[in-house]
Nanobody, 124 residues
């Protein structure tokens, strides 16, 4: 499975961005799609996932601001981010994992495939 994330950019505090992750290859709709982010000097952290059936799971810091979704017909996953804060500044990655177990999908090392990342910068 090949993944390509895009949609990042520069926004002001309180603004919105919608990230997309286009998947190709063998049966991408069979995978849980995850979103992670990595800020400079920090470890990569879990943000959200959407299972192959559309179930979602979020990191606590999301606090209802982000919405993960997917369109299996288009083999694309999305991360709608609202009420952005400067601390949301990071490179955002999409990834695919053949699991829906809640503990597993939060661990970046468990993912099988990764996109190249897209930069999100939130100015104060």
């Amino acid at each position: 499975v090949q993944l390509q994330a895009y949609g990042g950019g520069l926004v002001q505090t309180g603004g919105s961005l919608k990230l997309s992750c286009a998947a190709s290859g063998r049966s991408p709709s069979s995978y849980t799609m995850g979103w992670f982010r990595q800020a400079p000097g920090r470890e990569r952290e879990f943000v959200a996932t959407t299972s192959r059936t559309g179930d979602t799971y979020y990191a606590d810091f999301v606090e209802g601001r982000f919405t993960a979704s997917r369109d299996n017909a288009k083999n694309t996953a999305y991360l709608q981010m609202n009420s952005l804060k400067p601390e949301d500044t990071a490179v955002y990655y999409c990834a695919a994992i053949y699991s829906a177990h809640v503990a597993t999908i939060q661990v970046s090392s468990k993912y099988h495939y990764w996109g190249q990342g897209t930069q999100v910068t939130v100015s104060s």
